[in-house]
Nanobody, 121 residues
Framework: QVNLVESGGGLVQAGGSLRLSCVVS????????MGWYRQAPGKQRDMVAT???????NYVDSVKGRFTISSDGAKNTVYLQMNDLKPEDTAVYYC???????????????WGQGTQVTVSS
């Protein structure tokens, strides 16, 4: 069993900043990818940023230069620093991880419960 607990969402004015955190716990041998996705009302869930265990980060074009993803492998935690927030960033943000339960198991993907980010104009 794996649990993902997100925190840090909230209401902020345009131009403001928020920092999301997600702690992964449970039966974990290794984690190879952690990331953040978001889903606005009436839209599909889209990737925002991902980071591999080697530190390679990937961002959707709309957040490049404003958002920074980072991780702490020792704490199985991923962060998303969001600066210069815009109303179009309003969405439920979901933490995602792809991990292995044992050295020999297949990999599995898990989602957090989501945290609301609302940016007012």
């Amino acid at each position: 069993q794996v649990n993902l607990v997100e925190s840090g969402g909230g209401l902020v004015q345009a131009g403001g900043s928020l920092r999301l955190s997600c702690v992964v716990s449970g039966s974990i041998f290794s984690i190879d990818v952690m990331g953040w996705y978001r889903q606005a009302p009436g839209k599909q869930r889209d990737m925002v940023a991902t980071i591999t265990s080697s530190g390679s980060a990937n961002y959707v074009d709309s957040v490049k230069g404003r958002f920074t993803i980072s991780s702490d492998g020792a704490k199985n935690t991923v962060y998303l620093q969001m600066n210069d927030l815009k109303p179009e960033d309003t969405a439920v943000y979901y933490c995602y991880t792809h991990l292995y339960h044992t050295r020999w198991s297949a990999g599995y993907g898990y989602w957090g419960q989501g945290t609301q980010v609302t940016v007012s104009s």
